[in-house]
């Protein structure tokens, strides 16, 4: 971690009151520091009102979660966690992505509920995704899902997430 904090080039910040700067510029799955040092290397790309944009949805969608779910592990609230929000140009290319995408231009972000079982959390991403999904009603951007994944006796092994942005309303799931 000390290697990310030699990169960091703009001091964090609170966007919103469970949402901060660094979250959209260093979240990642598995805390890929390559993916990290490009994000900072790359960081005039980066759009702070799109980000603060996507912390103020994630903000009333928290709430929501909060007021419709109870935790299932004991915590007192009900977090998200974000999974993936900017993506520099030259890392998306990397992985064989257009590079003009939603996260490139800080639009989009993929979140997981936190404080909760797996079970729950697939279940909350499958309700919002059903709740979001419909393109009059709905959410006015992009919206997709990746399922859960689940053993031969189908108990959850992994949540999936929930990506959000606000480019053109489509919608899809995941592989």
Same mark, same amino acid.
């Given at each position: 971690?000390?290697?990310?904090?030699?990169?960091?080039?703009? +001091?964090?910040?609170?966007?919103?009151? *469970?949402?901060?700067?660094? !979250?959209?510029?260093?979240?990642?799955? $598995?805390? &890929?520091?390559?993916?990290?040092?490009? *994000?900072?290397?790359?960081? &005039? !790309?980066?759009? !702070?009102?799109?980000?603060?944009?996507?912390?103020?949805?994630?903000?009333?969608?928290?709430?929501?979660? *909060?007021?419709?779910?109870? =935790?299932?592990?004991?915590? =007192?609230?009900?977090?998200?966690?974000?999974?993936?929000?900017?993506?520099?140009? $030259?890392? $998306?290319?990397?992985?064989?992505?257009?590079?003009?995408?939603? #996260?490139?231009?800080?639009?989009?972000? $993929?979140?997981?509920?936190? &404080?909760?079982?797996?079970?729950?959390?697939?279940?909350?991403?499958? !309700?919002? #995704?059903?709740?979001?999904?419909?393109?009059?009603?709905? #959410?006015?951007?992009?919206?997709?899902?990746?399922? +859960?994944?689940?053993?031969?006796?189908?108990?959850?092994?992994?949540?999936?997430?929930? #990506?959000?942005?606000?480019?053109?309303?489509?919608?899809?799931?995941? +592989?």
């Amino acid at each position: 971690m000390q290697k990310t904090k030699a990169m960091r080039t703009i +001091p964090n910040r609170q966007l919103t009151t *469970n949402f901060s700067l660094y !979250e959209f510029i260093e979240a990642s799955p $598995d805390n &890929n520091q390559e993916f990290i040092a490009m *994000n900072w290397a790359n960081i &005039n !790309e980066f759009n !702070e009102a799109n980000a603060m944009q996507l912390a103020t949805f994630l903000q009333r969608l928290r709430t929501i979660i *909060n007021q419709r779910y109870k =935790s299932d592990t004991g915590a =007192s609230a009900i977090g998200i966690r974000i999974t993936s929000a900017f993506r520099c140009r $030259d890392w $998306d290319i990397s992985r064989g992505r257009s590079g003009i995408g939603a #996260h490139p231009l800080t639009s989009g972000v $993929d979140i997981q509920p936190t &404080n909760v079982s797996l079970a729950l959390g697939a279940r909350i991403l499958a !309700e919002l #995704h059903k709740e979001y999904k419909p393109l009059k009603t709905g #959410h006015q951007g992009g919206l997709g899902l990746k399922k +859960p994944t689940r053993n031969t006796s189908r108990v959850v092994t992994a949540m999936g997430f929930l #990506h959000f942005d606000f480019l053109r309303r489509r919608r899809w799931d995941y +592989p």
